[in-house]
């Protein structure tokens, strides 16, 4: 497009222009020649500036000289620019037409430019020249400079809305992470706190594997002879049928765990003459005193009070507090009916309601052909469920005691037994209480299982003796093969001043042995093979039953003493 402006100044009249630079916006700049001066333009007779798509005459176009102007004081023409090429060529005034940037001719009147009117400037391929004088920062720009003017699109307030929202949601996104790791730190923590806790209360309970022994130790990391326990022996007796129950109600205080260990009625006991007798014979003949010493002997115990608890004072205890729920296994008929074929008073089931006639039917029912174990154990759960229903409060449990009337023998009170019932009925409420059998052999003495199940681990194993100068405990097994021989050695043991236990009988035994389980009773156990004339060879460090000092097995090489 240069090319067509450099033709058509040159066929501009008569007067010659030529090129001389281009202005700050990118426009020619011409000067005149004189006449003699023009340069010869190969391409004038070419008609160079020709448009294509011209429908009219080509009409000449003079440069733009601004010196021209000067000099002559008149405005050099615009030479006017077609760019659809229409062919039409008016002048601004006299020489151009009004400029259109989208090459439309005005089709009436005179239009003027305006300062806000943007102007097409054809792309020049030589550089734009700024006077050095003029200082870069003060040019004037005007907004005609520019192609393009950025204006407010109709979108940007919903593009704004959108960064909005995605913000926000980005936001919402980052907090809910936070919120997240903030509760799976405080759930570490808190699982952190419980298994802490947990393993406190192991370490507390002695349960902990490293901290027990199952030989020495039981429930807590005391040994189980020196954790403390309370005692009391209750006796029931049925008034009607005849007949007692015992069993003993144990809190061990060390474990906080409550346990009623079940006597038999055939549990052999040694009196205090030496002679030999069941737990039942003891109660009837030597009372209740005379049967506590009795059993602490066999046992081992220390037993702090005897409760003597009769049939009509349990009904009257069951009813006073409210029926019990016992898990009954047999249907127990009503000790009234006078028909045979009566409905039974307590029925075979899971979560019985038993009254007070209920409770005491059921817990001194035995059937017929039955073992005393059986009826034994019905007694267990109801004394259970009656501590499962007592009252925990101390002076509650006072007053229910106090309520009933019962003749309390001492040292035992009824503020005593009242504030023992109600630290077992917090256990039994607990799920911290249990029912023990003690197991006995046929014969009524202990067996091993007794010794290492019920009385080690429930009642302390070998409780130490009241006072240092105590009678040693020397329990006798006859594996002899005569059966004499183990009253023999009774005799010969009490005359030596030793207390004796039966120990039952065992199968033949070549040799005799007398076992001691702490070294500070083999020197009385050297004296208990002294007296009953066995060599000192016979002496040795063993497993003792849990009830005594020392152990003798008679075996046939034992001779009693003649007198």
């Known amino acids: 497009m240069n090319d067509r402006y450099d033709a058509g100044a040159a066929e501009y009249g008569t007067d010659q222009y030529e090129l001389v630079g281009y202005d700050e916006y990118g426009q020619p700049v011409y000067r005149q020649l004189p006449a003699q001066q023009q340069p010869y333009d190969p391409y004038a007779q070419q008609g160079y500036g020709y448009d294509p798509y011209a429908t009219g005459r080509q009409q000449p176009v003079p440069p733009y000289d601004p010196y021209a102007a000067a000099d002559t004081g008149q405005q050099p023409p615009t030479p006017a620019y077609d760019a659809y090429g229409t062919g039409t060529h008016q002048q601004h005034g006299a020489h151009s037409p009004p400029y259109d940037p989208y090459g439309r001719t005005a089709t009436s009147g005179q239009q003027h430019r305006v300062a806000e009117q943007t102007a097409y400037i054809p792309h020049q391929a030589g550089p734009v020249e700024v006077p050095q004088t003029q200082d870069r920062d003060e040019r004037d720009y005007r907004t005609e400079q520019f192609a393009f003017v950025e204006e407010p699109d109709a979108d940007s307030e919903d593009v704004i809305d959108w960064l909005k929202f995605t913000e926000n949601r980005t936001e919402r996104r980052e907090e809910a992470k936070r919120r997240a790791r903030a509760r799976v730190i405080a759930l570490a923590v808190v699982m952190a706190l419980v298994a802490a806790g947990g393993v406190g209360y192991l370490w507390y309970a002695g349960k902990l594997p490293a901290l027990s022994s199952s030989d020495e130790k039981t429930g807590t990391g005391t040994a189980v002879g020196a954790q403390k326990r309370e005692v009391i022996v209750v006796h029931l007796h049925n008034t009607k049928k005849g007949g007692t129950s015992t069993a003993l109600l144990v809190d061990n205080t060390t474990t906080q765990q409550g346990t009623t260990v079940l006597l038999p009625n055939s549990l052999a006991l040694t009196g205090d003459d030496g002679t030999t007798t069941t737990l039942a014979k003891s109660v009837d003949d030597d009372g209740s005193s005379g049967t506590r010493d009795a059993i602490d002997t066999v046992l081992g115990t220390e037993i702090q009070g005897t409760w003597r608890l009769d049939t009509p004072y349990l009904q009257n205890l069951v009813d006073l507090i409210g029926n019990i729920e016992v898990d009954t296994d047999t249907d127990v008929p009503d000790p009234d009916a006078k028909s045979k074929g009566a409905a039974p008073l307590v029925r075979k089931g899971k979560d019985q309601t038993l009254s007070g006639k209920m409770a005491v039917a059921y817990a001194t029912y035995q059937a017929s052909g039955e073992a005393q174990n059986a009826q034994l154990q019905r007694f267990g759960q109801v004394?259970?469920?009656?501590?499962?229903?007592?009252?925990?409060?101390?002076?509650?449990?006072?007053?229910?005691?106090?309520?009933?009337?019962?003749?309390?023998?001492?040292?035992?009170?009824?503020?005593?037994?009242?504030?023992?019932?109600?630290?077992?009925?917090?256990?039994?409420?607990?799920?911290?209480?249990?029912?023990?059998?003690?197991?006995?052999?046929?014969?009524?003495?202990?067996?091993?299982?007794a010794s290492s199940s019920v009385v080690r681990d429930v009642l302390g194993g070998t409780a130490k003796s009241p006072d240092k100068d105590a009678a040693v405990r020397v329990s006798v097994r006859n594996a002899s093969g005569a059966k004499d021989n183990t009253d023999k050695a009774r005799v010969v043991l009490l005359n030596g001043g030793f207390t004796f236990l039966e120990g039952g009988t065992a199968s033949t035994a070549a040799t005799s042995k007398v076992v001691y389980a702490d070294a500070a009773d083999k020197e009385n156990a050297t004296e208990v093979a002294k007296t009953l004339g066995l060599p000192s060879g016979a002496v040795a460090k063993g497993e003792v039953t849990a009830n005594a000092d020392v152990s003798v097995v008679l075996g046939q090489d034992y001779e009693p003493a003649s007198s």
């Open 383 to 449: 004394m259970q469920g009656v501590l499962r229903k007592l009252t925990s409060d101390t002076q509650g449990a006072t007053v229910t005691i106090q309520t009933l009337g019962m003749i309390i023998e001492p040292p035992l009170t009824d503020k005593d037994l009242g504030a023992f019932l109600a630290k077992l009925a917090d256990l039994a409420k607990g799920g911290d209480y249990r029912t023990a059998l003690l197991p006995v052999q046929t014969d009524g003495t202990l067996s091993a299982q």
